[in-house]
């Protein structure tokens, strides 16, 4: 197991509203979930134990871990046509990638989050750059072309402080890292309404 890793001195507010995002929005984005990773919930388990008398933080759930890949837009600006023809393209695509396992060990505090790196990250790089080129088929510009580190948040920053209580509570666990086997990635009907990132899926395309 790796040591914790202190990047940032000072915790900010993820939920402030970023362009285009109000309450009731729902986002339409492709994400890799975990809710039938019981190795990343027992890791998880054991950081929301950590990190439960913090201030300041909002724990996220097993049902809601995620790793956020690529986003198609605002569900009310999407046309339905042009979702199933990117789902169609995706599909083809994917079907010739293999499943994969993803570790995560310790995470490291970003701040607004508190985020474990996910590793190898070229397994969901090569499914989000397929994901991309489906995307291409159908429209000109593909959004979200800003980077690409894959990663999986256990808590979310709701206040702004010092980050060496997160620090310390991450210090104090001692767990063995985790390993998920990834078979599909989802499409998604995202919200943020509640602090929280929660969804219902619209689609599940399968790797080979």
């Known amino acids: 197991m790796t040591g914790h890793r202190a990047q ?30 019981a190795d990343v919930h027992r890791l998880a388990a054991d950081y929301r134990l950590a990190l439960a008398d913090v201030n300041g933080l909002d724990l996220v759930p097993d049902s809601w871990l995620h790793l956020t890949t690529q986003g198609l837009g605002f569900a009310s600006e999407v046309r339905k046509t042009d979702v199933q023809a990117i789902l169609d ?47 291409g088929t159908v429209w000109s510009d593909v959004p979200e072309d800003d980077g690409f580190a894959p990663h999986v948040s256990i808590a979310y920053s709701n206040d702004t402080g010092p980050a060496a209580p997160v620090q310390a509570a991450l210090d104090a666990v001692d767990s063995k890292p985790s390993t998920a086997h990834v078979r599909s990635v989802e499409l998604i009907l995202l919200n943020r309404d509640q ?3 929660q969804w219902e899926t619209y689609a599940r395309l399968p790797l080979a």
């Open 89 to 135: 393209a995706a599909g083809e695509r994917l079907s010739t990638i293999p499943a994969f396992d993803l570790t995560l060990d310790c995470p490291e505090i970003t701040p607004e989050a508190v985020r474990w790196e996910a590793t190898p990250s070229a397994p969901p790089t090569e499914v989000r750059s397929a994901l991309r080129e489906a995307i």
């Open 8 to 37: 940032h001195s000072h915790m900010a507010n993820h939920w402030w509203w970023r362009p285009g995002w109000q309450q009731g929005s729902r986002f339409l984005t492709f994400h890799f979930t975990f809710q039938d990773a």
């Open 195 to 197: 602090h929280m990132y």
